[in-house]
């Protein structure tokens, strides 16, 4: 492994990733309190959301009744990244995610960069997803109450909205509930992911109930071209798998639990999104749906000729929606807390309480900052800039796994990519192709998004760089400092054998230690 600042790629070991770890930099530590089936359901209530309760319609509007294949060309793309998230997840479980996987192989510029893209990954789907609240929260108080909130306060600007409160409100609430514990965030996600699968459950048994085959012809109105514009619409709703690998602190025998749990997550949700989609084209119409807020809701009212169905269905993504703002900004935190150790953003976002173990100045600056936008943001640019930004994540994520397969094949793997290297391979060729649906506009803001953050490298994160101030200690003549460093089969205690190295402090050996 090339030193830092060797090679001006400046790429930090795993083993010192692994060994810095589950403290901040006061030695507050993170507690190792969720198990697999926490995580899973962490997982799906990360994924499963506006996506699928709001954005079907958006998706069906591109692709017609061939909404089905583009929600399974988007799960491809997702699959073939699966496998590499499971890799890294598994070989290096941290905080950091995709932002550490990069540091690790492809140096601190590129995870800057993912770290940078991350933001709309999380941050800005948190406005994104907040947005499409309001809509169901209007549906279920029409269907239970025959009152509504005025449309300039729960719509979205550019449809008949001002300012998006509700979008604010469930922000700030997620932030409340995340500041009070992981355990407690973990036990509130598990309940909502049951709660909305169970909902999504019932939508394709009323759905199918009512299918009509006819309403499948013409599959696909605006052929190859709208599969594409609807793939990569449809992806979106799959945004937020990865954030299992930013739990990699939390759970206990991540390098197992972790792995396990994308590859359950992507298989549930992938089945699920395709039979919602099926049974939605099959109960009512596509120029029926396309376009159409609350369009779950409204098949349900439909089908069944009652408010009563559709404000099942409204409560369900009222919850659902509200799961995935609490997964997603718990996601957000987390990366910025492992920037923040590195020194590329500022000290504040790593401390952790040592009362309820969470990072909570980060969490509630992460929630002022991102209700703005969903406040006053139209959902369509929010989406599209957000599935950019993450496809352009996983590109990398899938580069990192040849890269670190290459530079160290020794590192304990409990789940392999089959195929390498046709499988990330694929996985950066799906992404591309997923990047060029969404359109030369979106092109361009992803290019001034990134030429931003180059600056914000530059002029900061250069700067401050921890691994680059302990290289140069370690370089100085009296040795005052030394970066820590391992070996693979040094010692025989279970930190080692993860390949966990010697910590420089109490908290970091105690954190590798639980792994």
């Not at 995870?111 to 997803?129: I, N, P, R």
């Not at 030394?482 to 693979?488: G, H």
Request: aromatic content about 8%; charged content about 10%.
């Amino acid at each position: 492994m090339p030193r830092p600042g060797a090679t001006g790629l400046r790429i930090k070991s795993p083993d010192l990733l692994i060994a810095e770890s589950g403290a901040d930099l006061n030695g507050h530590g993170l507690r190792r309190s969720m198990g697999l089936f926490q995580l899973v359901c962490f997982g799906i209530g990360a994924v499963v959301g506006t996506g699928i309760f709001v954005g079907l319609s958006d998706t069906v509007a591109q692709a017609g009744p061939a909404v089905v294949v583009s929600f399974v060309l988007a799960a491809v793309t997702c699959v073939f990244t699966a496998f590499s998230f499971a890799e890294l997840g598994g070989a290096i479980p941290v905080s950091g995610s995709s932002y550490s996987y990069a540091y690790a192989t492809l140096g601190e510029r590129t995870a800057f960069l993912v770290g940078w893209c991350l933001l709309l990954e999380y941050g800005v789907s948190v406005s994104a997803v907040a947005v499409g609240w309001g809509q169901y929260l209007n549906q279920l108080l029409g269907s239970l109450t025959g009152w509504q909130l005025p449309a300039a306060l729960a719509n979205p600007p550019g449809d008949g909205g001002v300012v998006n409160l509700p979008a604010v409100v469930v922000v700030l609430l997620a932030a409340l509930l995340l500041v009070r514990g992981v355990r407690e965030s973990a036990r509130a996600t598990a309940a909502m992911a049951v709660l909305k699968l169970a909902v999504l459950v019932l939508f394709c048994v009323i759905g199918f109930g009512a299918f009509r085959s006819g309403n499948l012809s013409p599959f696909a109105p605006e052929g190859l071209a709208g599969i594409t514009s609807g793939a990569s619409v449809a992806f979106f709703s799959y945004i937020g798998f990865d954030s299992i690998t930013t739990a990699g602190e939390e759970v206990r025998n991540p390098r197992r639990n972790v792995p396990l749990a994308i590859l359950i997550c992507i298989g549930v949700v992938t089945v699920l999104y395709c039979l919602v989609a099926l049974a939605a084209i099959g109960a009512l119409s596509s120029p029926e749906v396309a376009g159409r807020p609350a369009a779950l809701s409204l098949i349900v009212d439909r089908v069944t000729h009652s408010d009563l169905g559709g404000a099942v269905i409204a409560f369900g993504a009222v919850v659902a929606i509200a799961s995935v703002v609490l997964a997603v900004m718990y996601g957000q935190t987390r990366i910025l807390m492992a920037m923040a150790r590195d020194g590329l953003v500022p000290r504040a976002f790593a401390r952790v309480s040592p009362r309820t173990a969470t990072p909570v100045a980060n969490t509630w600056i992460v929630a002022v900052v991102f209700a703005v936008p969903a406040a006053v943001v139209p959902l369509d640019m929010v989406m599209n800039l957000s599935s950019v930004g993450t496809l352009a994540v996983m590109a990398v994520v899938n580069v990192s796994v040849l890269v670190l397969r290459r530079t160290r094949p020794d590192l304990p793997r409990h789940f392999r990519v089959p195929l390498a290297p046709l499988c990330p391979l694929l996985g950066v060729a799906f992404c591309g192709y997923l990047v060029y649906g969404t359109g030369p506009a979106t092109w361009l803001q992803f290019a001034a998004f990134l030429a931003v953050g180059a600056v914000v490298y530059s002029l900061y994160g250069r700067r401050r760089s921890r691994l680059a101030a302990d290289a140069d200690a370690a370089a100085a003549p009296d040795g005052a400092v030394s970066v820590p460093t391992s070996r693979p089969d040094a010692g025989t205690d279970e930190a080692t054998r993860d390949g966990a190295a010697p910590a420089a402090t109490t908290a970091a050996a105690r954190a590798a230690r639980e792994d």
